[in-house]
């Protein structure tokens, strides 16, 4: 009875090795276009921006005045949030990112709370996240799990919304505070104080770590900057122009966001199999 059991738990690991290895197989898509769809002026120093590609909505969060910007096809529309105890207010707006059926959901690092806004920016509903000790960046995959990183416990706690509880943990005492956390299809990449980006696959394998701010697409090419020049799995791309003192890169979708201080890029990224016909 014993072995019958060790002999099931070790089908059930070789199950689980065969399903991880195929989800992080590369793919042969790779990038052989980038369009310029539109840019943003802005004069707020954001802390960080999360952009829905699917009803063209773009947030732009500022850490100091706990507001967010809304934008609809690269025209400002409102602000939400402010300083404040209620539920549309921020005690310290701390992060901002796109949930799967693109609400916005925003971080309340001293009031332990996410906060979920509409595409319109109308308050809908809060996540309570009292039982973490120090939640501070945060990021939200396709299935709805939530990945935050708790400054006081130094790791990331992975958190299933569907039935309120912890999936995993991983990063213990690895991952110093980061700037933020995004996720793109099964890698995470998390972006340090020291200009590096590490690569972890969302069940907490170390992938890679690349000296200098970069994004991965689900495809996993490796998108960096060279001074005012991308740069696409190492190789320059000449024809685009980005803002001086590039500080923010992040993929929604097909759609690159690059922003500097005062400006945000948006992107097209168009996509071709290896070996077909360009």
């Known amino acids: ?16 090795c065969i399903v991880s290895c195929a989800s992080y197989k590369k793919t ?109 960046k945060f990021s939200i995959d396709r299935d709805d799990f939530l990945y935050i990183y708790d400054n006081n416990q130094q790791e990331i706690i992975v958190y299933n919304l569907l039935n309120d509880s912890e999936f995993i943990r991983f990063g213990k005492f690895e991952i110093d505070l980061p700037i933020n956390i995004v996720i793109h299809g099964d890698l995470l990449s998390i972006r340090t104080y020291d200009d590096e980006t590490d690569f972890y696959t969302t069940m907490g394998e170390f992938v890679q770590a690349v000296p200098k701010l970069a994004v991965q697409d689900r495809y996993e090419n490796v998108i960096t900057h060279e001074g005012r020049f991308l740069k696409i799995n190492g190789d320059i791309y000449p024809s685009i122009v980005l803002p001086l003192q590039v500080k923010f890169i992040d993929i929604n979708g097909d759609s690159l966001i690059i922003a500097s201080s005062n400006q945000i890029q948006l992107f097209k990224l168009n996509y071709r199999r290896l070996g077909d016909d360009k």
């Open 1 to 16: 009875m014993i072995n019958n059991i060790k002999y099931l738990l070790l089908l059930c690991l070789l199950s689980l």
């Open 28 to 136: 042969n898509l790779h990038i052989e276009k980038v369009e310029l769809l539109g840019l943003v002026n802005h004069e707020i120093d954001f802390s960080d921006i999360a952009y829905d590609e699917r009803s063209k909505t773009l947030f732009v969060a500022d850490k100091q005045s706990n507001k967010i910007s809304l934008y609809k096809d690269f025209k400002y529309q409102n602000k939400f949030g402010g300083s404040g105890f209620n539920n549309t207010q921020f005690q310290r707006l701390s992060d901002i990112a796109i949930a799967s059926n693109g609400n916005l959901l925003a971080l309340d690092d001293l009031d332990k709370r996410i906060k979920i806004y509409n595409t319109d920016g109308k308050y809908l509903n809060i996540i309570d996240l009292k039982k973490f000790s120090n939640p501070v």
